[in-house]
């Protein structure tokens, strides 16, 4: 029987999560550098390189790297499972994925196909070497949340769309653009955002909504069949694309169905949440449904305009939605695994999570983050918006990396300086 | 039939109301909420020790693990009583940041806390002690708090 994932000493390392937590915001800066710096109706299309650089710069970079942190950490305490070796993988893990994006990106804006060949090897490397053992410690689960077959789900999507990444960044190494190509980068792109972005939101929100907010818990359909549905949706939704195109509206509407209802859902449930608390982060859960249903709308409605606002559908539901929860988790899990380290290691006169981040600075950084997007997303009308929005963007990194060190150096100095009366001497960690 | 799992699990949802009461009026007047959070420091205390005192002693025996997940719990409680002292002291001092920076790091705490046990220890507990779930119910039922 597998006791392990009750002990701290199997838990992953702070370091684990933290190495992601730390880098992410750091690609958000170079993405917003890049926008600074490219032209507004390149952006306007999914296809042109900037656009593809941009957005995984933010896709694996930022949200990506925040995900599999986040999962290293969150598999133990939701699921009970344990990732082998974690802390060897995970850190591989992530020194692939940086490498690889780096390489990506210099490969991408300088058509290097040596630097696109190693990419897709880093990049398929490091996401797989971490989701497949995750994968590994969920089949070993024995008890099955709604939470835990979500993540399931999710990770399983994760996979596919890694190996179609792999494989469109080997097209571009090999110079050779074929007419799979755009098919297989459409999906691609769809099943990111709602399979594995999508599902892994929904399926954390069944248990944590109602466990930190304490708001009323979700209904037994929802947790039962809404990510089967969607899987469904998706899967349906990829077949009618590649083999009856003029009935994928279909499958698109079905799968925004269930989209908007989270959204919706999530709304009421804050407003009926029994905890009085209104922090960043329950600001950024309410902004993640207001734009989850502009987005969701916006990808119908686009279905009629031969496709000219889907970068607008990607602002919305890809940095208003998916960027905003994971922003707002990063307010959470930081502190809390910082406070909680320290405390299992025994120092007891250590900062509450609320003062290791500056409120005001937080507040300034969720602000500034939206004025962004916002900016962004009328960047489409008015190419002049673009720069603002792009320099409120970086302000808004650079403060989210300032508000995760903040805690980081909180945990390093409280290490170092060892202050009297404590009892780590005692500790169960060390 | 008495089972062990949705006992446990109710009172912890118990305890997050009362939590969210405590934190409700707190928000309006610091001071008034003393006897809010003495009710759910008690209400706290007397789940820990339905565990501490009968269902994991019960299961060590059962299964054998002494030093295992059970004295993983009870660290943490230990950390939780802690946090619930200084809550108290945050009310004396007026303190209101100080309250709410302890009862977000204690919720925090308190949550993953509940789920590392709702998803693995009470699932093996109330597997391990079927037979006896009856008697562990009616003993928790009628535990009186040291």
New interface residues.
């Given amino acids: 029987m597998d006791f392990n994932g009750l002990s701290i000493d199997q838990a992953p390392p702070i370091s684990g999560p933290l190495r992601f937590f730390i880098t992410a915001p750091l690609f958000g800066i170079m993405a917003g550098v890049m926008l600074l710096f490219s032209d507004s109706a390149s952006l306007m299309s999914r296809y042109s390189m900037d656009a593809i650089v941009i957005v995984h710069l933010i896709t694996i970079g930022l949200f990506g790297f925040i995900m599999l942190g986040a999962l290293t950490q969150m598999l133990s305490v939701l699921a009970g499972a344990n990732i082998p070796k974690v802390k060897l993988i995970s850190s591989l893990s992530h020194l692939f994925l940086l490498v690889g994006l780096v390489f990506m990106v210099f490969g991408l804006q300088e058509s290097n196909s040596i630097a696109l060949e190693f990419a897709s090897l880093f990049l398929g490397s490091g996401f797989l070497c971490l989701i497949l053992p995750m994968l590994y410690a969920i089949s070993r689960v024995q008890h099955f949340t709604a939470s835990v077959k979500g993540m399931r789900v999710s990770l399983l999507f994760a996979l596919m769309i890694v190996l179609m990444g792999v494989y469109l960044l080997y097209g571009y190494s090999q110079n050779n653009i074929t007419e799979l190509h755009a098919i297989v980068a459409n999906i691609h792109s769809v099943w990111a955002v709602f399979g594995f972005a999508g599902v892994l939101i929904i399926g954390v929100a069944f248990q944590v909504l109602p466990m930190f907010y304490v708001a009323p818990r979700f209904k037994q359909f929802c947790k039962k069949r809404v990510v089967l549905l969607i899987s469904t949706g998706l899967f349906i939704w990829m077949f009618l694309s590649l083999y009856a195109e003029e009935y994928a509206l279909y499958a698109k509407l079905w799968i925004v169905t269930f989209f908007w209802a989270f959204a919706t859902t999530v709304w009421i449930k804050f407003n009926k949440r029994k905890r009085p608390i209104s922090d960043v982060t329950v600001w950024y859960w309410r902004a993640a449904s207001i734009f989850l249903t502009l987005g969701s709308f916006l990808w119908i409605f686009d279905e009629f305009f031969k496709h000219q606002y889907i970068v607008m559908v990607g602002i919305l539901i890809g940095g208003g939605f998916i960027l905003s929860i994971m922003l707002g988790m990063l307010y959470k899990i930081v502190p809390f695994l910082v406070w909680f380290h320290l405390n299992a290691e025994g120092y007891m006169t250590i900062p509450t999570m609320n003062e290791m981040i500056n409120k005001n600075l937080s507040r300034a950084q969720f602000v500034l983050f939206i004025a962004a997007l916002i900016g962004f997303v009328f960047a489409f009308y008015m190419p002049m918006v673009l720069f603002p929005s792009a320099v409120a963007f970086i302000v808004s990194m650079m403060l989210l990396e300032y508000n995760v060190l903040a805690p980081v150096w909180i945990y390093i100095q409280t290490k170092k300086r060892k202050p009297d009366f404590d009892m780590s001497s005692f500790s169960m960690t060390n | 039939m008495s089972n062990i799992k949705e006992y446990l699990t109710n009172d912890h949802r118990r305890c997050?109301?009362v939590?969210?009461?405590m934190?409700?009026k707190a928000?309006n007047k610091l001071s008034d909420a003393k006897e809010l959070t003495l009710e759910f420091i008690a209400d706290m205390e007397r789940h820990f020790q339905r565990e501490e005192r009968i269902v994991f002693p019960e299961f060590e025996t059962k299964t054998g693990?002494i030093n295992?997940?059970t004295?993983?719990?009870r660290?943490e409680h230990s950390?939780m009583r802690?946090l619930m002292q200084q809550l108290l002291g945050a009310i004396e001092n007026d303190d209101k940041?100080?309250f709410?920076?302890?009862s977000?790091?204690l919720?925090?705490?308190l949550?993953?806390h509940?789920?590392?046990e709702e998803?693995?220890?009470y699932?093996?507990a109330q597997q391990h002690l079927s037979a006896e779930a009856q008697r562990i119910v009616e003993m928790m039922d009628s535990l009186v708090v040291e």
Avoid: S, V, Y
């Fill in positions: 997050d109301d939590f969210a009461k934190e409700d928000n693990m295992g997940p004295e993983m719990m660290q950390q802690n940041d100080k709410f920076g302890l977000e790091t919720m925090i705490l949550q993953q509940n789920m590392k998803q693995m220890l699932t093996m």
